[in-house]
């Protein structure tokens, strides 16, 4: 791993939210999985997942969520310095999210806003960006994460279809005088770009007249080539085989036993493998909250979604001891050790 | 074949498949056991061969497994 120390940054909020559509899987599913569906179900862990109408895009959510933590925080627009959004499914191509975002939300025109493109890691890693930038501009700073990958994940695709939620979020991070240090640590191994990957679409696969067509491919799903391919068992063998190590040593690295931790948060990838990550790091599972099953995989926005619907009245009042960790598409690795709470945190709200 | 780890192992597998270690045997079909069988867990299941006993199934050879007993067997390098 790669590690990094960021120091004088406050979590001071976090809100989420997701489309109120909601769709169960059971009943979404019966006819790709017949049979097969509650096993279907059991194995991803996810029985229900958010997705957006069609006109609802992540930057929607994400914004939604940023005026709701705004209206519950003690600021002004005004006095927001910069706005990182982390998305792999923005409203263009150009202009970015963050830019619109600043504008929507009502911010100054002096603020510095930047896109991260990043999946299931990206929320750690817009931690550390965010709490760089924010040091950086001496000003506070709007972390979004949002997806919305339900428009680019095939109904027909067996390894995907029960899998992807979508939601925005926002989180708040101020420069503070805190000596508390965020101990971050990654991992990046892009020989494995490909089994997590939106083929067509963007430079290497121009958008072309077959994008838009459904075809059977040789691992037998029915996709789009502009839908995600996902090899599940490539994932997770990457993640079973690097996460726990990982998580160790940068728990060894920092002096921090698993039995310290308070809190597990994990990106909420499938529950199974999440399960398997804990077992090994030997961290007993009621420390790691979960929200798959409700919420589904919404790539970046996971571990907000996750803090803001099982730990809500948790991080209101005080500090816990906590190892944050998303991985995925990349392949990519990210992790944190900080404190997380005191905070402000609405919750998870709908939309509309 | 010594089998004094069995109940150890047991256990072991029983952790993998998500199922009761109580309700588990060596005579237990692990598939049918599992709380839910998926290609994730049966791939838990060879990594688990892999890296506590060194052995390492062929696609074929898992198929073959039926039974805890019959993991139990490859895992002490011991076919059939």
């Known amino acids: 791993m790669r590690f990094s120390s960021v120091k004088g940054v406050n979590f001071s909020g976090v809100c989420a939210c997701v489309p109120a559509n909601a769709v169960d899987n059971m009943t979404s599913g019966a006819e790709l999985f017949g049979e097969d569906i509650e096993n279907a179900v059991k194995a991803t862990g996810v029985r229900t997942r958010r997705v957006c109408t069609p006109g609802t895009t992540a930057l929607d959510l994400s914004v939604t969520a940023a005026k709701k933590l705004l209206e519950n925080y003690p600021i002004s627009p005004s006095d927001i310095g910069g706005v990182l959004f982390v998305t792999q499914t923005p409203d263009h191509d150009m202009p970015n999210n963050a830019s619109r975002a600043a504008h929507l939300l009502g911010l100054s025109t002096a603020c510095a806003a930047t896109d991260a493109s990043l999946a299931c890691s990206g929320y750690v890693y817009g931690l550390w960006l965010g709490a760089l930038m924010a040091r950086s501009i001496e000003a506070p700073l709007l972390l979004l994460a949002g997806e919305n990958h339900s428009y680019s994940t095939s109904p027909y695709d067996r390894s995907t279809a029960l899998l992807f939620g979508d939601a925005g979020t926002a989180t708040l991070l101020t420069p503070s005088a805190s000596e508390e240090e965020w101990r971050f640590g990654f991992l990046t191994d892009g020989s494995q770009y490909d089994v997590l990957i939106v083929p067509e679409g963007r430079a290497r696969h121009p958008f072309n007249e077959r994008s838009l067509e459904y075809e059977t491919w040789p691992d037998g799903g029915v996709r789009r080539p502009i839908d995600i391919r996902m090899d599940g068992m490539a994932v997770f063998n990457f993640v079973v085989r690097n996460v726990p190590g990982c998580l160790s040593s940068l728990m060894e690295r920092n002096g921090v036993a698993p039995e310290e931790l308070d809190l597990l948060l994990l990106h909420q990838a499938n529950l199974y493998m999440m399960k398997q990550v804990a077992k090994k790091l030997k961290i007993p599972l009621d420390k790691m909250p979960v929200s798959l099953d409700r919420y589904g995989n919404s790539s970046s926005a996971t571990i907000p979604v996750t803090i803001c619907s099982e730990l809500q009245k948790n991080v209101a009042d005080k500090p816990h001891r906590a190892l944050v960790s998303g991985f995925g598409a990349g392949l990519s690795i990210s992790a944190v050790l900080m404190n997380l709470g005191p905070c402000v945190c609405p919750g998870v709200i709908e939309y509309p | ?80």
């Open chain 2, 1 to 80: 074949m010594d089998k004094t780890n069995a109940p150890q192992f047991i256990n072991e597998i029983a952790d993998i498949i998500e199922a009761d270690p109580q309700a588990l045997s060596l005579e237990s079909d692990f598939r049918e056991s599992a709380d839910f069988w998926s290609s994730l867990v049966g791939f838990a299941l060879l990594t688990f061969l892999e890296d506590q006993y060194g052995q390492v199934l062929s696609v074929d050879e898992f198929i073959e497994c039926k039974t805890v007993g019959d993991l139990y067997a490859r895992a002490h390098g011991k076919g059939e």
